[in-house]
């Protein structure tokens, strides 16, 4: 069984595992108060161009967000985020937990738009019973999105004056953000967004760590006693040691792109090889998730030697799939895959 | 200025206001332990047919919400509401205070149709990533709806058995109860709605009380220390017998519905008089609200006499108005309203 | 049966009930916005001298405490409270409920020092493992408190001083602020009250109003949105009228203290014919609340015509008992109970 | 430098990173539904003697301690647990974050008694006004405490008579078990705890793993939907299999108790050493972690080779510190320290 199931099916790539059995045996004090998570924070911050950027590392996607979303906002303020975002259906409620709503904006592709975010918070301020809903005070957005696109430069530029305009916070999710960087059609750097948000995180799970996120928060209001939101919310890692060492290992030489790129060049060749053949596409993902929409008798086929996730179903006789590169896999599978489904196109 | 802009413009009928008078100096223990509670309660557990009932009082609608909800569900579990539902708009998150997720099901008409929620819940269980999203465990529906529409008895009982089927809480928010009991368009009584819903309340705030909502608990597992959960959530009153005595006054001799029904003969009057003009309704309310969609000179001219609320644009020209009768609206304020709106349409 | 069993046994004071008749059918808008509301916050922003008091109208203690503390806490922040505080013991963790921790101090007469908030505050900053510890940010009090007794000015000034010192918010629950005015032996006026606090309330459901305790919120960050938090945690009363009618009526005409000294002047005969008897008291209250250590036999002989409530074990053959004065209490009854009492010591 | 401050100093156990490498790029579902999870989950349930035990792998203790609480309690209930307990003083309001109030307990050593919680619920159940107050339904211990106590057998089983009694869960926080497992001074074993307790976990963290805790849920009620739980509170792990892999590992050949021996054998060198030189303790611990109370100038002479924590001061000239002992420790370190440290006596 070949998976494409997700990109976090392996553990970490050699690089951290190698690091991480070197320095095994170090005494480093706990909490993320070692030399290496110092030194890793560094890398980022002269990675993304901002010295005054505050970092911490937490162990996933689910418990950054929670913490980022609720450490930001008063109790009772929302986040605004596409209906299809991760925090909206994918994380059992986890910011509703921490009291907040999560204020959904329906998009077809499932971004937010900045005409969106302005339309929905006007018609608040503008609603004489504003007191009785929920006051939007943060856009959450993700890059990747969850169907794999990309917000361009003009977009991510768009939100930030929407942002300043309403005085929201933007908060960028970065599960996949790697994947995102290195994508042939992006033009947004991680200085872009270092530049234009207020907090984002560097997913390090889905992209060659064993586990872990950086969180890296802008503005000065959200940095503030920010340990304390991760103690709180169980997400201070006892050993932090091991996310610095992660964290610095990905920072440095450029690997965290550059294992990135080989999953974003593997989905390329998957998609064109699929297109050439006339395959529709759910979303024209630039990154390293492709969402192809394969006849039903295709998918059960292939379904003893591959594992991908179905996406919904299309209409009575198609299905989309979703089918993940990684910073792992191998060319060959991409290759096996490709010889096995295109003859059943 | 005359108001039609909701139904608590005033303060409570006159034979509560005699009753607290009369009452006013007899020492009674406190928190809704005392005789007038008491006999209150046991007046609604005849009134509704259901001598199981467990009842207490509480003093508005978003508090019994939340506590009713919060007291019925396990932390990731969500609660299933119309998108337009009170709960998921206008109640700032009150429900999210308390950790729960409010799962909307957009709807034209602001009702939750059976066949909606068993697709939702059947395709949150079919889903193989189900516990990463909020567990469906409970249904709310208002009647009337926010707009003033109800459910017949057919699409109540399709209710219940779909909560049956799938192991979830139907509860039911009675804020305007009295003015859907007496609709001359409904076959639903509250004896009905007793033996079709595991929770409901009967409003009085809007329906001839001060204040106070009568929470109606049928499942067993909701009736459990559930005052503790209103001493939890604020709404446990210290004078209790204030609730006791306006909902023994509301359910002695059917002054519940006696008063409730000189609302909805008011808002017939009202509908038929604009229908005769040809002037159409955002919704078909049989109810004490009514959403008579107005041409904008026509809206503003009434403006300093009058005051409803704005319901939406509907095109250019046109704006939807929400006009409110009360227990308390006198005939000659509809007469009066309906010789000045007349004669501009 | 003569009940001294707490301050909230009775109705309202005639005035009020009065005012409420008489205001009953004029139309108000909703929620607090009514010109009575704002009657009466003006009356209150006179009485304690602070124009730029923000003053908002909830119903009952637990729910402002609620309100006003999770307004002011960021999520990892608790409240410092005497661990005999209403918030630490009697509201069902309504403070918990909201995230935060009541992060209490042992003291013997349930009063707060300031030195013990300087030691602990100090102890928390000084500990290296801090961010692993709740962050103590609001100092809660309450004048008088449980067992009656009062903070003098010194006291308030001296809490006030280690609050600037350590960046505290100071709060003082009033639920019987009326009593604390009055008392023959307080040297602290709602004045100080208004000039030390960064919030407080004046209680109204103890001190002759049906129910309902005016917020007040000196401190700008305090005030900032706090109308959303009330509708928040369901503490927004539809009928906000009944509120402002209730307060502008208690700050007319120096209603609020002249009905307060009532309960405390009673409270000082019964106390003085007690000590002349030899009864020790379990706090030396000099407000309305008198707490008498009583021979068991002697609770026991007046069980069947007095409502007391028993305030805990003293000894084997001694219990202390809480003996209340209200603003509705007559001087027939204390005498009546002192005839029946004092035979027996 | 070296460091004795905690036994989390050093990353982990050789057996484990062998394993982590040689699974490194196995493919495997994420969530803790690999084949290695499943395995350690078979593992722990024979070690237990609980084919009954729901087996679920969290990242981190307050994480641990944070979602079985609030998966067991209803709003209203509380966690009864000593005073110095970990939930209680050292995880920043994280129970309370799920809206729980932790209920402490004085006592001298840390440890909670079956008589005293059996008088804290009689008197919660014998109060008239228990509803007003957080309502106790959880026992939680620490095995070992922070001070390195251990319960014994007859302590265990009185813990689950009163909980039987008063219908409580029992639940022990095992961050530290396996040091206590291997105490000389013990007689409790991990059979005994998963009879005797509703709930518990073995701590990884703390005892030769990277990371991790495995929460053993034994009552039935905590076992269902606790995943749902877990993803709530951002506890779910992608790659659960790391978990999987280092408890099948501790759990394969005895090798939890093999390392936690070593660290229980050399603090027992460490004491025996300083008690013949008439060393008092603060605490009279058999475990890993050892209280010596020093004379100040002592410390301050070692601090610059050496890493303790302080644990509070006992006189003008005399402070506890806690020395810790890990898997990890070579008996060198201790040779090393004891050298310097005793000629200073």
Known sequence: MIRFACDYD????PEIMARLAATNLEQNPGYGEDPHSDHARA?????IGRPDAYVQFLVGGTQTNQTVIAAALRPFQGVLAASTGHINVHETGAIEATGHKVLALPDKEG???????DEYVKGHWADPTHEHMVQPKMVYISHPTEGGLLYSLKELEALRRVCDEHSLYLYLDGARLGYGLVSPETNVTIRDIARLTDAFYIGGTKVGALFGEAAVLLHPDLQKDFRYMMKRQGGMLAKGRLLGVQFETLFTD???TRIAKNA??????LRDALKAKGVPFLYESPTNQQFPI???????????RYAFEGWGRVDDTH???RICMSWATPKANVDTLLRDLLPLL
């Open 294 to 304: 394969l006849p039903d008798g295709v998918v059960e086929k292939l379904s003893d």
């Open 264 to 269: 974003v060049d593997l989905a390329m060749v």
């Open 254 to 256: 450029g690997l965290y």
């Open 43 to 47: 890398l980022i911050r002269a990675a």
């Open 111 to 117: 971004k937010v738009r900045a005409d969106a975010v």
């Open 319 to 321: 299905t989309a799939t």
């Open 10 to 13: 392996e553990g970490a790539c």
